[in-house]
């Protein structure tokens, strides 16, 4: 008879967590797991995100699990840099390197397209489309300025791009959850912190404005789903605000995070791990997506005081 795959329902949120990673995940993620939560290398995790890197400095081979592929993309790219700063790896020759790839890759105005038009040859998901000529977009420019700032990385590239993320995310009105927590991304690290706080401020009042963040979990099917997104695509203030320190966790009262954490840690599955909630377009990205969730989500209770084993 085979083994029931399924962990213990007794275990701890971790344990159960760790069981889904050594079943499903890439060697990337099981290497973060174990950076994360159990006392695993640095070394590891960079010489699995090794294994992505092109020659013209950017990043590729589905890193992002929607993009498939060998190219090198800007959300592949912003992906690396996230794994690299989640170990203290982002500056030096690395970040330099991968400027020189966003200079090779930016629009006219100097920021970041969604998707490089390299990317034609090969499968993407549906709701990344393709175009020759794509438009700069703050959703990838944001989290990669924000993230270089916060790592006090100085390039040329980076003087165009910030002026671009200020003029977006100041100049926001009607927005959705992904573009919010991109503007989010780089104001928490944006070198001016008044003007930071100012912008901040203002998203806040857009997202409640808006119902962009799901306040009562009890009352999800009140809030609207954005144009585009999968039934039941809903943010939750923790989405936003990942860490206590985001300034986007002054957006929230204590009881609103508190709800919202509840409902993160309720939604881990019984194989361990948490669900994505975005469209599944092609069963290998979802595989893959999965463990990527896990770990964030379990970086997330854990930041925010949660026990999670």
């Not at 703050?138 to 924000?146: I, R």
């Not at 009140?222 to 989405?239: K, R, S, T």
């Not at 320190?245 to 194989?271: H, V, Y």
Request: hydrophobic share 40%; aromatic share 8%.
């Amino acid at each position: 008879m085979a083994e029931n795959p399924l962990p213990a329902p007794t275990a701890t949120p971790l344990a159960r967590a760790e069981r889904f990673v050594w079943l499903t995940a890439r060697v990337l993620e099981q290497r973060r797991f174990a950076h994360h939560f159990l006392h695993g290398g640095a070394d590891q995790v960079e010489t699995a995100l090794s294994s992505y890197l092109n020659e013209d400095g950017g990043y590729g081979h589905a890193l992002e699990p929607d993009l498939r592929g060998p190219v090198s993309q800007p959300l592949h790219t912003a992906h690396a840099l996230r794994v690299l700063d989640s170990i203290g790896r982002c500056g030096g020759l690395r970040a330099e390197r991968i400027c020189r790839y966003l200079t090779a890759v930016s629009t006219p105005d100097g920021a970041l397209p969604a998707v490089h038009p390299s990317q034609r040859p090969y499968p993407s998901a549906p709701f990344v489309p393709v175009v020759d000529s794509p438009p700069s977009a703050l959703l990838t420019t944001g989290p990669v300025v924000g993230l270089l700032h916060r790592n006090q990385v100085w390039h040329a590239w980076l003087f165009r791009a910030t002026e671009y993320c200020w003029a977006a995310v100041e100049s926001l009105e009607k927005s959705h959850p992904y573009e919010i927590e991109a503007a989010v991304a780089f104001l928490d690290g944006a070198p001016d912190h008044v003007r930071a706080e100012a912008a901040a401020a203002r998203l806040g009042r857009l997202v409640r404005e808006q119902r962009l963040a799901v306040l009562d979990p009890d009352r999800e099917a009140e809030y609207p789903v954005p144009e585009g997104y999968a039934p039941g695509e809903l943010h939750h203030p923790h989405d936003y605000a990942r860490v206590p320190g985001s300034l986007a966790a002054r957006w929230f009262t204590d009881a609103e995070m508190n709800r919202s954490l509840d409902r993160l840690a309720a939604d881990q599955r019984p194989d361990g791990g948490w669900p994505i909630r975005w469209r599944a377009w092609a069963p290998g990205s979802a595989l893959e997506w999965r463990p990527i969730v896990t770990v964030e989500a379990l970086r997330v209770l854990r930041a925010h005081g949660r026990a999670i084993g």
